[in-house]
Nanobody, 126 residues
Protein backbone atom coordinates (compact mmCIF):
# COMPACT_ATOMS: atom_id res chain seq x y z
CA UNK A 1 0.00 0.00 0.00
CA UNK A 2 1.40 3.35 -1.07
CA UNK A 3 1.20 6.20 1.40
CA UNK A 4 1.06 9.82 0.27
CA UNK A 5 1.65 12.70 2.65
CA UNK A 6 0.96 16.30 1.65
CA UNK A 7 2.40 19.43 3.21
CA UNK A 8 2.88 23.12 2.50
CA UNK A 9 -0.63 24.45 2.93
CA UNK A 10 -1.44 27.44 5.08
CA UNK A 11 -3.19 30.76 5.42
CA UNK A 12 -2.20 33.37 2.85
CA UNK A 13 -3.56 36.56 1.38
CA UNK A 14 -4.94 36.93 -2.12
CA UNK A 15 -2.12 37.22 -4.63
CA UNK A 16 0.33 35.21 -2.54
CA UNK A 17 2.03 31.95 -3.47
CA UNK A 18 2.43 28.53 -1.90
CA UNK A 19 4.25 25.37 -2.86
CA UNK A 20 2.56 22.15 -1.89
CA UNK A 21 4.52 18.93 -1.57
CA UNK A 22 3.45 15.30 -1.56
CA UNK A 23 5.87 12.57 -0.54
CA UNK A 24 5.13 8.97 -1.47
CA UNK A 25 6.35 5.77 0.11
CA UNK A 26 7.76 2.83 -1.82
CA UNK A 27 10.18 2.27 -4.66
CA UNK A 28 7.88 2.60 -7.67
CA UNK A 29 7.35 6.38 -7.64
CA UNK A 30 8.79 6.83 -11.11
CA UNK A 31 6.10 4.59 -12.58
CA UNK A 32 3.18 6.60 -11.17
CA UNK A 33 0.98 9.13 -12.81
CA UNK A 34 0.42 11.81 -10.18
CA UNK A 35 -2.30 14.36 -9.68
CA UNK A 36 -3.59 17.08 -7.41
CA UNK A 37 -7.26 17.49 -6.56
CA UNK A 38 -8.95 19.95 -4.26
CA UNK A 39 -12.15 19.99 -2.28
CA UNK A 40 -13.76 23.10 -0.87
CA UNK A 41 -16.27 22.99 1.94
CA UNK A 42 -19.63 21.82 0.67
CA UNK A 43 -18.34 21.04 -2.81
CA UNK A 44 -17.23 17.95 -4.68
CA UNK A 45 -13.59 17.12 -5.18
CA UNK A 46 -12.26 18.65 -8.39
CA UNK A 47 -9.24 18.02 -10.57
CA UNK A 48 -6.40 20.54 -10.45
CA UNK A 49 -3.36 19.17 -12.28
CA UNK A 50 -1.62 15.94 -13.25
CA UNK A 51 1.84 14.85 -14.31
CA UNK A 52 2.63 11.64 -16.13
CA UNK A 53 5.38 9.12 -15.56
CA UNK A 54 6.28 10.00 -19.15
CA UNK A 55 8.76 12.91 -19.12
CA UNK A 56 7.26 16.31 -19.83
CA UNK A 57 3.60 15.30 -19.97
CA UNK A 58 1.30 17.43 -17.80
CA UNK A 59 -2.33 18.44 -17.77
CA UNK A 60 -4.13 21.29 -16.00
CA UNK A 61 -7.67 22.24 -15.15
CA UNK A 62 -9.08 25.13 -17.18
CA UNK A 63 -9.73 27.34 -14.16
CA UNK A 64 -6.04 27.67 -13.36
CA UNK A 65 -5.19 29.83 -16.39
CA UNK A 66 -1.45 29.45 -15.91
CA UNK A 67 -1.42 30.16 -12.17
CA UNK A 68 -0.47 26.66 -11.04
CA UNK A 69 2.43 24.38 -11.95
CA UNK A 70 2.92 20.71 -11.21
CA UNK A 71 6.34 19.07 -11.09
CA UNK A 72 7.98 15.96 -9.71
CA UNK A 73 11.31 14.85 -8.31
CA UNK A 74 11.54 11.10 -8.63
CA UNK A 75 14.75 10.96 -6.60
CA UNK A 76 12.82 12.39 -3.65
CA UNK A 77 9.55 10.53 -4.26
CA UNK A 78 7.87 13.93 -4.31
CA UNK A 79 5.32 15.73 -6.46
CA UNK A 80 4.86 19.48 -6.10
CA UNK A 81 2.13 21.95 -6.87
CA UNK A 82 3.24 25.56 -7.15
CA UNK A 83 0.33 27.89 -6.49
CA UNK A 84 0.69 31.52 -7.55
CA UNK A 85 -1.65 34.51 -7.70
CA UNK A 86 -3.92 32.78 -5.24
CA UNK A 87 -7.54 33.80 -5.01
CA UNK A 88 -10.09 33.28 -2.23
CA UNK A 89 -11.87 30.76 -4.44
CA UNK A 90 -8.72 28.60 -4.32
CA UNK A 91 -9.44 27.90 -0.66
CA UNK A 92 -9.75 24.14 -0.25
CA UNK A 93 -8.10 21.01 1.02
CA UNK A 94 -5.60 19.90 -1.61
CA UNK A 95 -5.02 16.17 -2.05
CA UNK A 96 -2.42 14.34 -4.08
CA UNK A 97 -3.14 11.05 -5.81
CA UNK A 98 -1.15 8.37 -7.60
CA UNK A 99 -1.94 5.87 -10.34
CA UNK A 100 0.35 3.05 -11.36
CA UNK A 101 1.32 3.02 -15.02
CA UNK A 102 -0.12 -0.49 -15.35
CA UNK A 103 -3.56 1.06 -14.78
CA UNK A 104 -3.14 3.92 -17.21
CA UNK A 105 -1.75 7.43 -17.36
CA UNK A 106 -2.87 10.87 -16.17
CA UNK A 107 -6.57 11.51 -15.82
CA UNK A 108 -8.87 14.17 -14.41
CA UNK A 109 -11.19 11.53 -12.97
CA UNK A 110 -11.03 10.89 -9.25
CA UNK A 111 -11.84 7.20 -9.52
CA UNK A 112 -8.90 6.53 -11.82
CA UNK A 113 -6.35 6.98 -9.03
CA UNK A 114 -5.34 4.21 -6.66
CA UNK A 115 -3.69 6.06 -3.78
CA UNK A 116 -4.59 9.26 -1.96
CA UNK A 117 -3.06 11.51 0.63
CA UNK A 118 -4.88 13.02 3.59
CA UNK A 119 -4.72 16.52 2.17
CA UNK A 120 -3.24 19.87 3.12
CA UNK A 121 -5.43 22.91 3.69
CA UNK A 122 -5.00 26.11 1.73
CA UNK A 123 -6.87 29.17 2.92
CA UNK A 124 -6.73 32.39 0.92
CA UNK A 125 -8.06 35.54 2.52
CA UNK A 126 -9.31 38.55 0.58
Amino acid sequence: QVQLVESGGGLVQAGDSLRLSCVASGRAFGSYALAWFRQATGKEREFVAAISWKPGMTYYADFEKGRFAISRDNAKNTVYLQLTSLKPEDTAVYHCAARDRSQGDISRETDQYDYWGQGTRVTVSS
